[in-house]
């Protein structure tokens, strides 16, 4: 309660007490008038004592209103102070954590950025390649441009693997057909035809099919293509005298030769009794590690003759030597014996010039110098 509060009470009750007093001063005036003064006395002195109760209830009153007021403003700035200080560590924790989140974004952008460079160059890549793909499409899809590329990887593979004097590229046979290569090797088995050839208009075809009816129409026209592959190379490649007896097929493309040792063992069994052996570019690599192996036993007989008849003469080199060695030994033995001799012969005159040097000084008798003999 306010002190206003209290002021406006007491004034309330004052008036109420004036307006008892007057109503019973007129309703007593007559009769009870002694008792009425008696009364209003005492009333008047209740009224004095309240009145100086509320002004010391007002006075306690304004004095706890002050402590209150005094104790509010200490807790206001008691929590005031509080509230800067969180809301400074506050402030200081959010920014940290920004300065925090902000260098974790720089670094995320960075590696966003450098993701992104090598995603351009990754497509780029891709672009290239796909316009690498677009260019072997069309070289496949000419005929001629996809013999020049099995010509090209037959050549790659031949040469990685023999040296230059083991084939020969393009080569006129007696019959006059042109050999892709032509691999140079002893009798036997000779020479062996490599031919390059490259069906893919059928293995297409059989790959695409979809119905049945397409699909037997693609495996006929892929097994008429090989077998006629494997005519033309058994007719033209296999010349008796000249040539060995079987000649090669190079498929260059892995999955062609699969299809057909997978699905076409009659045109693998054909290609058998044909003596034309059907290779990959894996199994051709073998092949020619073979024939390197068989070139260079080869080259070893032939030099084997070579070799014997080198050890012959350095046999008789050795003979020759120790002969000489022998006779250097002997002229070794006669120069030590006439060494052995000289100092013999220089000792014995060491001691005659001795004996000279005795005579001059007078050790011998005359007689003695005049019966001298040398000594043998």
């Known amino acids: 309660m306010t002190e206003r509060d209290i002021w406006f009470l007491s004034f309330g009750i004052g008036i109420s007490v004036l307006l008892l007093c007057n109503l019973l001063f007129v309703i007593f005036k007559k009769d009870h008038h002694q008792e009425f003064r008696s009364f209003a006395d005492t009333l008047f002195r209740g009224q004095a004592e309240l009145a100086g109760r509320m002004s010391q209830l007002s006075e306690s009153s304004s004095q706890q209103q002050a402590k209150l007021s005094e104790a509010i403003n200490e807790q206001k700035v008691s929590v005031l102070k509080i509230m800067d200080e969180k809301l400074l560590a506050v402030t200081k924790s959010v920014g940290e954590g920004l300065q925090q989140s902000t260098a974790k974004t720089t670094e995320t952008i960075q590696d966003l950025r450098e993701r992104l460079a090598k995603i351009d160059v990754a497509q780029q890549k891709i672009s290239h390649l796909s316009e690498q793909v677009v260019s072997l499409q069309e070289v496949l899809s000419n005929k001629q441009a996809r013999g020049a590329f099995g010509e090209i990887q037959l050549n790659d593979l031949v040469k990685s693997i023999l040296p230059p004097s083991a084939y020969e590229f393009q080569c ?201 003999v040398a000594e043998k």
Request: glycine share 4%; with cysteine; charged share 30%.
């Open 172 to 372: 006129v046979l007696s019959n006059q057909k042109r050999a892709d290569c032509v691999l140079k090797l002893p009798n036997p088995p000779g020479t062996i035809v490599i031919d390059s050839k490259f069906p893919l208009e059928s293995y297409q075809a059989l790959r695409n099919a979809e119905s049945d009816r397409e699909k037997i129409e693609a495996e006929r026209f892929f097994r008429t293509s090989v077998l006629k592959h494997i005519k033309d190379i058994s007719e033209k490649y296999i010349i008796p005298g000249e040539t060995a007896e079987s000649a090669l097929m190079f498929l260059p493309a892995e999955s062609i030769y699969a299809e057909l040792y997978t699905n076409f063992t009659d045109v693998v069994e054909t290609s058998y009794r044909s003596k034309v052996w059907i290779v990959s570019p894996t199994t051709l690599m073998a092949t020619l590690n073979t024939v390197r192996a068989v070139l260079k036993d080869a080259t070893m007989r032939e030099q084997a003759g070579v070799i014997q008849k080198e050890v012959g003469v350095l046999i008789e080199d050795i003979a020759r030597l120790d002969d000489r060695i022998e006779n250097l030994s002997k002229h070794f033995e006669m120069a030590s014996k006439d060494i052995g001799e000289i100092r013999i012969s220089s000792g014995k005159i060491a001691r005659r010039i001795e004996k000279i040097e005795d005579l001059e000084l007078g050790e011998y008798p005359p007689q003695k110098v005049v019966g001298y």
